[in-house]
Nanobody
Framework: QVQVVESGGGWVQPGGSLRLSCAAS????????MGWFRQAPGKQRELVVD???????NYADSAKGRFTISRDNAKNTVDLQMNSLKPEDTAVYYC???????????????WGKGTLVTVSS
């Protein structure tokens, strides 16, 4: 059984920084893509950034220049460093991973339960 668990959310003032962490564990053969999505109240879930096992990244325009994703393939972890936070970054942030549980398995999406980030003064 696979688990994806996020940590590191909280409250921060505008202009501040937060670091989110995510760890995948359990029956894992390989992980192709890991990333962060967010969902603000009343809005659809949207991609923030993702990263392939080879290190290729894909940032949403809203995250470029402020957020940095990093990944440790050996530990099955991915972090999101968020700087210069704005009130519009307030959302529940979800970790997502494309995981194959066995050699012949097709990777499927696994989601964490989410961590709340609140940016306000």
């Amino acid at each position: 059984q696979v688990q994806v668990v996020e940590s590191g959310g909280g409250w921060v003032q505008p202009g501040g920084s937060l670091r989110l962490s995510c760890a995948a564990s359990g029956s894992i053969f390989s992980i192709n893509r890991m990333g962060w999505f967010r969902q603000a109240p009343g809005k659809q879930r949207e991609l923030v950034v993702d990263i392939t096992s080879g290190g290729r990244t894909n940032y949403a325009d809203s995250a470029k220049g402020r957020f940095t994703i990093s990944r440790d393939n050996a530990k099955n972890t991915v972090d999101l460093q968020m700087n210069s936070l704005k009130p519009e970054d307030t959302a529940v942030y979800y970790c997502n991973a494309g995981i194959a549980e066995r050699y012949f398995s097709t990777p499927r999406d696994y989601w964490g339960k989410g961590t709340l980030v609140t940016v306000s003064s």
